[in-house]
Nanobody, 120 residues
Framework: VQLQASGGGLVQAGGSLRLSCTGSGSTFSSHAIGWYRQAPGEQRELIATISSSGSTDYKGFVKGRFTISRDNAKNTAFLQMNSLKPEDTAVYYC???????????????WGQGTLVTVSS
């Protein structure tokens, strides 16, 4: 499975961006998707997940600002990011994995990442 993330760019604080993650293959809809981000000098961290059935979960620091969704007919998942802050600056990655209970198990398929830069 190949994943391609897109939609990053430069935005002012308070602005919005919508990231997309498009997957190849016929099994996209049967897997969970996780969005991660990695800031310079930091570890990659999970920020939002969506199960195959559409259940969502968020880390506290993005809850209420970011929305994860998916369109299985288009093999695409989205991350709508509103009220962006300079500390949201990072490379954002999508991952295809599995939800077991409330825990997301990341898979081996990663998108190439898309850079989001938020200026103050």
């Amino acid at each position: 499975v190949q994943l391609q993330a897109s939609g990053g760019g430069l935005v002012q604080a308070g602005g919005s961006l919508r990231l997309s993650c498009t997957g190849s293959g016929s099994t996209f809809s049967s897997h969970a998707i996780g969005w991660y981000r990695q800031a310079p000098g930091e570890q990659r961290e999970l920020i939002a997940t969506i199960s195959s059935s559409g259940s969502t979960d968020y880390k506290g620091f993005v809850k209420g600002r970011f929305t994860i969704s998916r369109d299985n007919a288009k093999n695409t998942a989205f991350l709508q990011m509103n009220s962006l802050k300079p500390e949201d600056t990072a490379v954002y990655y999508c991952n295809q994995g599995e939800m077991i209970g409330s825990y997301y198990y990341k898979g081996n398929s990663w998108g190439q990442g898309t850079l989001v830069t938020v200026s103050s």
